[in-house]
Nanobody, 124 residues
Framework: QVQLVESGGGLVQAGASLRLSCAGS????????MGWFRQAPGKEREFVAS????????VYTDSVKGRFTISRDNAKNTVFLQMNSLKPEDTAVYYC?????????????????WGQGTQVTVSS
């Protein structure tokens, strides 16, 4: 069993930055591909970014490429999402997920463990 706890969300203005953290416990996160997802009001949860177990390889959804960076610190059992140049359309609850599968195919349907989410609100 993996327990995931997200933090770092908040209310910011457009153009600002936030850094989200996802702390894992129960199992060693380096055994899992990790991902960040988000769910806006009235919309389905969607994939944002994923990272391989080693941290070397990453995947991003097109709308965040060049603005968001996913990283991990396996020694601290933590995954991060650095979000720059935030836009109002980035407003959502952000979740981290863990999967025993590949980071390259990570999706809402393949993540086996989830955190409780952290709210990110970007005002215009």
């Amino acid at each position: 069993q993996v327990q995931l706890v997200e933090s770092g969300g908040g209310l910011v203005q457009a153009g600002a930055s936030l850094r989200l953290s996802c702390a894992g416990s129960g199992r060693i996160l380096r055994n899992y591909a990790m991902g960040w997802f988000r769910q806006a009001p009235g919309k389905e949860r969607e994939f944002v970014a994923s990272i391989s177990r080693s941290g070397v390889s990453t995947v991003y959804t097109d709308s965040v490429k060049g603005r968001f960076t996913i990283s991990r610190d396996n020694a601290k059992n933590t995954v991060f999402l650095q979000m720059n140049s935030l836009k109002p359309e980035d407003t959502a609850v952000y979740y981290c997920g863990a999967s025993l599968g590949s980071y390259s195919t990570m999706a809402v349907t393949t993540a086996e463990y989830w955190g409780q989410g952290t709210q990110v609100t970007v005002s215009s």
